[in-house]
DNA sequence: GCGACAG
DNA sequence: ATCTTGTCGC
């Protein structure tokens, strides 16, 4: 018996193979699209992505954590593996990991209400970082929470020690995110609206998924989830391998677990 | 031209 | 991203 996933089959946006060239035309492109006001409704579920590689098995595994909100307590997770399709580029970061991560989204049951992702929002040379542009693409609201900084500059000495403060991240004399403090005397994060959401907002929610950690909570579950090669807990994963990325459905299994290994 | 550069 | 031991601080 199949099992019910969220359908989000339409008419694919573009294609993801590109040449360097035509990705950065795309990217300028795709964000003329990006609408920064507040487009959510009630938020009851928020998710949560990461990433692993695993360059010897040339493997990406992706890594989705439904979380209910405010209670913020794992309700789905689900990991996606597929063949690693492109290198790391700065710049083109969503063009590397972005589809695994769909892949792991089309296992979702319940849609979510807002999406963090472990990268940049609009925060980005294009602002198209992977948050925005898997905004556009899921069209569901989405954070970009990095724990680095791509562009932007911020005034280092007005970001106060204590948990919840932030200063403006600036490009081109534009506010483009925040540098927030999610934890005290912890390194900031870099927190970019990505679409469908404002920056206010964007930062509201992190600070609401804080649990005393340096990620927010969906996005430090997720990452614990595409890093960990267990899980001894009560919720189970869904594990789902994709052999051929070029042809989705040729070789495809997925599996119920508690306990998994695959590298 | 020279650096900087999410994950 | 991944590698990788001990160690400083609440």
Redesign the pocket.
Known sequence: MKKRMLKMARTPLHEWNLKTEAAIAL?HELAQHIVLEDHLGEVRFIAGV???????HNAA?AAVVLMSFPELEIVERHVYEEPIRM???????????APSVIGAFEQLRQKPDLIM?????I???RR??????LGLWLEIPTI????????GKYDKEKLGEEAGSWVPLISRKETIGAVVRTR??VNPM?ISPGHLISLETSIRYVLACGKGYRLPEPTRQA?KL??DNTTPDNTDVNFTINYSSSQPDTKNMNVQVNQFKLW
């Open positions: 990217q990461d990433m692993a590689i695993n360059e010897e595994r290198p790391y580029v700065p710049g083109l970061l969503s063009f590397r990991e992702v472990d990268g940049q929002g925060a980005h040379p198209l970082g992977i948050g925005a542009h970009g929470c990095a724990k680095s900084l791509l562009t005290t005397r870099f990452d595409s890093k």
